[in-house]
C-alpha cells in the first residue's frame, strides 16, 4: 500500500503561482509513476502531468503545458506539481495519484483545492 497527502493548495490571484506537494508513504519502492489530476465543478477530472518514479519522462495537458512543471524528490518521496500564471479556469480540487503498473492508478491522495481569482 502507497498512502498519498496533498498540500500547497490556496487562493491566489490570477497570474500568480502555487507550488502542491505530494508525500508518499509505504509502499514507494513499487511505484512506477506519479501524477496530478484536477476536477473542476461540474466536469471530470482530467489528467494534467505525470513523471516516472525514477527517469526522466514527463507528461503535460496542452491546458497547462509552459505553465505548469511536475518535479520530485526521491529522497523525501515526494513529487511537487509548480503552477505559474495561473488562470481563474485552474480553480479545481486537485489530486496526487500514484500507479505501480503501466495503466490505471491505483492510488489517490484526498485532495487539496486551487481558486483562482480575477
Known amino acids: 500500500q502507497v498512502q498519498l497527502e496533498e498540500s500547497g493548495g490556496g487562493l491566489v490571484q490570477a497570474g500568480g503561482s502555487l507550488r502542491l506537494s505530494c508525500a508518499a508513504s509505504?509502499?514507494?519502492?513499487?511505484?512506477?509513476?506519479m501524477g496530478w489530476f484536477r476536477q473542476a465543478p461540474a466536469k471530470e477530472r482530467e489528467s494534467i502531468a505525470s513523471m516516472r518514479w525514477r527517469g526522466s519522462s514527463t507528461y503535460y495537458a496542452d491546458s497547462v503545458k509552459g505553465r505548469f512543471t511536475i518535479s520530485r524528490d526521491n529522497a523525501k518521496n515526494t513529487v511537487y506539481l509548480q503552477m505559474n500564471s495561473l488562470k481563474p479556469e485552474d480553480t479545481a480540487v486537485y489530486y496526487c495519484?500514484?500507479?505501480?503498473?503501466?495503466?490505471?492508478?491505483?492510488?489517490w491522495g484526498q485532495g487539496t483545492q486551487v481558486t483562482v481569482s480575477s
Open positions: 509505504g509502499r514507494t519502492f513499487s511505484l512506477y509513476a
Open positions: 495519484a500514484a500507479k505501480e503498473g503501466v495503466y490505471a492508478y491505483d492510488y
